[in-house]
């Protein structure tokens, strides 16, 4: 794997993740220092998955940056829905301004 595959890697992987909490609508318990780094593993990730199928390695660069960048975005989606949802069998708590129910 070259420099310039990691550099745009990484950059792919950080755009991805900055863009990624605004791809899933209201507050999210994810940080973003999480989905910028999910963002940029899964973009290396995507940069190994296409540097091992690439068989013509003159071809155009374009290949391995839809490929960094479908796996980054999926990687960061992926995690920003899942940070957001209660663990099963955990009740989330309640939002302020609601009243629990008693006896239930």
């Known amino acids: 794997m070259e420099g310039s595959t990691l550099v745009g890697a990484l950059v792919v992987g950080l755009a991805v993740g900055a863009v990624g909490r605004l791809v ?18 899964a973009a290396l990730l995507g940069a190994i998955v296409a540097g091992l199928v690439d068989t013509a390695p003159g071809g155009p660069a374009v290949w391995p940056l839809v490929v960094e960048s479908g796996f980054a975005a999926a990687a960061v989606v992926l995690a920003v829905l899942a940070a957001g949802r209660p663990a099963p069998g955990k009740q989330p708590p309640p939002r302020p301004g609601v009243r629990r129910e008693e006896g239930s």
């Open 24 to 41: 899933v609508p209201g507050r999210t318990a994810a940080p973003v220092w999480l989905t910028l780094a999910l963002g940029v593993a």
